[in-house]
């Protein structure tokens, strides 16, 4: 099959060992209301089944793209989504995790949302799957992000929010024009945040809009990037993203961040007990315990 018209719509792919779960990925793609999309999936040396169903998908439809590092390599995750974005051609961008999936009007409410409040992007509910799905700890995020952005505004600016905790759970729900992604710099502090590091770049300008419809499944799965580490690690892993953003904010300290200009006199353990506070304002205390004990493998 043909795109009707010129994709509007690059949906960026990283894939790495999700032979199980790519198939259903891009079926939800291919089921979108809207046809005017592209599929770039972008191959970081899976050494399963991976790349044999994405080749028998590209053969079927021409709106799929399939590339991979020379040789085959793995270079992780900054590359790969680095690759993907070099190859855009729509006026939007959305990704979608290789084990997550989409609903079939999900670019479409998307897309209408975003014409409507005039933002640069939008994030939307989630809803949850997979076999660890009821006990990865996520849920009190996912509910907490939506009990506080839906009363928000057509548009918002979030970057005071992001500089404590991600409040976009997963490159799964967000869309941005592509533009907001053209100067984002994709080597982060900390690979694993690399989403986190993306969107506080973005929010340094651009504006933001909340969906109130779960339009993306999130799997989660005892494979999942993101998933158990020990307390150092975390420790370690916050004190790099504290540092890297106490330089970077005299650069993003525009008219719109002007509340966080005393951001980088904070001593670390300082922004520690803030961080913690906001994630438990957005998970609610239980909430925080439950997840906090999840990340580290012993619930």
């Known amino acids: 099959m043909n795109a009707a018209e010129p994709s509007e719509v690059s949906v960026v792919m990283a894939s790495y060992n999700h032979g199980h779960f790519i198939a259903a990925a891009i079926e939800s793609v ?17 050494t399963d089944s991976s790349q044999g169903i994405i080749q028998r998908y590209t053969e079927k439809d021409t709106r799929l793209r399939f590339f991979q590092h020379p040789y085959g390599a793995n270079r992780g995750l900054p590359a790969t989504l680095r690759l993907g974005l070099d190859n855009v051609r729509g006026r ?15 670019l479409e409410k998307r897309l209408l949302r975003l014409r409507e409040s005039g933002a640069d992007a939008v994030f939307n509910h989630i809803e949850l799957m997979g076999d660890e799905a009821g006990k990865a700890g996520d849920l009190p995020l996912v509910e907490g992000v939506r009990e506080r952005f839906r009363r928000y505004p057509a548009n918002f600016y979030l970057g005071d929010k992001l ?15 592509a533009e907001a992604l053209a100067e984002a710099a994709l080597i982060p502090p900390v690979s694993r945040w690399l989403d986190w590091w993306l969107w506080l770049q973005v929010a340094a300008t651009g504006r933001f809009t909340y969906l109130d419809e779960s339009c993306t499944f999130w799997r989660r799965h005892g494979m999942s ?24 904010i005299p650069q993003w300290n525009g008219g719109r961040l002007q509340g966080l200009r005393s951001l ?9 007990l803030l961080r913690l506070g906001h994630m438990a304002g957005m ?17």
Request: net charge positive; aromatic share 18%; proline share 5%.
């Open 30 to 46: 291919l089921a979108q209301s809207v046809p005017n999309w592209e599929l770039i999936i972008v191959d970081d040396g899976s």
């Open 92 to 106: 939007y961008v959305a990704f979608l995790e290789s084990d997550d999936a989409w609903r079939s009007n999900c």
């Open 163 to 177: 500089f404590f905790v991600n409040v976009v759970p997963t490159f799964s729900c967000i869309m941005l024009k």
């Open 225 to 248: 990037y993101n998933r158990k580490r020990d307390v150092r690690d975390y420790f370690n892993d916050s004190k790099a993203m504290w540092r890297a953003m106490r330089q970077a």
């Open 264 to 272: 980088p006199a904070l001593p670390f353990y300082f922004y520690l």
């Open 283 to 299: 998970n609610g205390p239980m909430g925080l315990t439950r997840r906090i004990l999840s990340k580290f493998g012993f619930a």
